[in-house]
């Protein structure tokens, strides 16, 4: 395992943190305080990319000069609308309800910087995945584990909810600029 806090973790995702401890790496945690809402106009890349930059950034503040800070956000889209974490049960039916059946994307988008205010990289990835038809009870039942409600497009692929998911496109695209 690579020791000594090598970055911090901009996050308050428990799967980011899985994933990164899962390959060994070690790392703090700082949940960001960053407001979560798309600007008009906006593309959901730009929207992702926009947050994982402020998210690093807001930690980066917190930080001794020099720490290696890694942000990210992830959002689901369909036809441009951004899909963030549901409101209530309500909103996460809406929105299983729209995914249903048909094909999306899963942008995440990823930036790392260093304390207090320099961005080395910033960049996302693109992800298509076809949600099976679901009926209203499936997706009640679903929703009821408590899975979808801090998820990106009320669903987890990583969890419970990959058995709503058809197919995942067998590529990612990789946006990537110096920032």
Not at 5 to 18: D, I, T
Not at 129 to 158: H, N
Request: hydrophobic letters at 35%; one cysteine or more; a positive charge.
């Amino acid at each position: 395992m690579l020791k000594n806090r090598n970055f911090v973790l901009a996050s308050s995702s428990p799967r980011r943190r899985e994933l990164l401890a899962g390959v060994g790496l070690d790392f703090e945690v700082i949940p960001p305080q960053v407001r979560e809402s798309a600007r008009d106009g906006e593309t959901p890349l730009d929207f992702a990319k926009r947050m994982a930059r402020e998210k690093a950034l807001y930690v980066c503040a917190q930080e001794r000069l020099g720490q290696i800070v890694v942000g990210s956000d992830t959002v689901v889209s369909i036809s441009g609308e951004i899909f963030g974490k549901p409101r209530d049960e309500e909103d996460a039916l809406s929105m299983l309800q729209k995914l249903s059946g048909r094909t999306h994307e899963v942008i995440t988008g990823f930036c790392v910087a260093r304390a207090p205010s320099d961005v080395l990289h910033l960049g996302a990835t693109r992800t298509e995945v076809r949600m099976k038809s679901l009926d209203t009870e499936g997706m009640r039942r679903y929703i009821k584990t408590g899975e979808p409600m801090d998820k990106a497009g009320a669903y987890a692929i990583q969890g419970i909810g990959s058995c709503l998911v058809e197919w995942m496109g067998n590529y990612i695209h990789n946006y990537r600029n110096q920032a």
